[in-house]
């Protein structure tokens, strides 16, 4: 018996996507250089606020830099 073969469907990407892949970067960047203050980033409020994103884009950032082990 041959498997059949299930095409593959291409997601288009998501608004969402590129805000939490432009905030990582950001961060990285910021973490990388030693930008915040005793090594602590900003509340979730704040990075919220700085940046103009909803908390669960800083919260899908946060947990790739974590998965990176930039941060704890």
Not at 34 to 50: H, I, K, N, S, V
């Amino acid at each position: 018996m041959t498997a059949t073969r299930v095409p593959e469907t291409r997601r288009r990407p998501r608004l969402a996507d590129a805000d939490v892949r432009r905030l990582r970067d950001l961060l990285r960047s910021n973490v990388l250089r030693d930008a915040y203050p005793g090594g602590r980033l900003p509340a979730e409020a704040d990075l919220m606020t700085a940046y103009a994103v909803k908390r669960s884009t800083v919260r899908e950032a946060m947990a790739l830099l974590r998965a990176e082990g930039l941060i704890a």
